[in-house]
């Protein structure tokens, strides 16, 4: 993939203008969602240089060898990142999220709704269900997000792909949390409590 190409998914998933000089400035979602066609297309970014501040341009890297030695040690990373032992990982009693809507309908195409990566990597299949049952699903999708972000910002989770919410009487529930989702036309924000 061109550099004018990776620039112009960027401008897709932020509604933002990016050139090589600038920095990235996404929301988790956005991340997550540049992170997965990154995999897909097999796009050697290097998110963790993007995380201490440098250029796009310095964080795009066509050199395989030097990309699979980065492959390398981020995966050394990501295992003692996620590693829920380690002392580097707090564990809270709260925790919240707020996402934008608009951020998550430049991410999910509900008419091609299988068609998602974002979709496929962070819900499954009943939360997909869930959200296509509702009158506006986008705020539905954005409020399930949110939700699992607060649920990992407690510290416990290793990722936010195994969170599962599920709804009772229109209630979300996930084992071991209490959860409130709450919308406005702009956001979503949910709050998790640790039971």
């Known amino acids: 993939m061109s ?3 990776f620039l112009d ?18 929301s ?8 997965s ?3 897909k297309n097999k796009i050697n970014f290097d998110f963790e240089l993007s995380q201490k501040g440098k250029s796009i341009r ?17 995966s050394e990373f990501s295992k003692k990142r996620n590693n829920t032992k380690g002392i580097n990982r707090t564990i809270s009693q709260i925790g919240c999220d707020i ?9 999910i195409d509900i008419e091609n709704i299988n068609n998602s990566d974002f979709v496929k990597k962070y819900y499954s299949k009943y939360e997909i269900d869930y959200c296509l049952s509702q009158n506006n699903p986008i705020q539905s999708f954005a409020g399930l997000f949110a939700a699992k972000e607060a ?5 416990l989770e290793n990722t936010i792909n195994n969170i599962v919410i599920f709804h ?15 919308h406005s036309d702009e956001f979503s924000i949910a709050v998790a409590l640790l039971l």
């Open 99 to 107: 996402q934008a809507n608009k951020e998550i309908k430049r991410l």
């Open 168 to 182: 009772e009487d229109g209630k979300p529930i996930c084992s071991g949390y209490n959860i409130s989702i709450s």
């Open 9 to 26: 998914l960027l401008e897709r998933i932020s509604g933002k203008s990016y050139d090589l000089e600038s920095n990235l400035d996404l």
């Open 3 to 5: 550099n004018i190409k």
């Open 37 to 39: 066609i990154c995999n």
């Open 151 to 155: 649920i990992y910002k407690i510290g």
């Open 28 to 35: 988790s979602a956005q991340l997550g969602a540049l992170e």
């Open 58 to 74: 310095e964080c795009l890297n066509n050199d395989i060898k030097i990309q699979q030695k980065k492959l390398e040690i981020s």
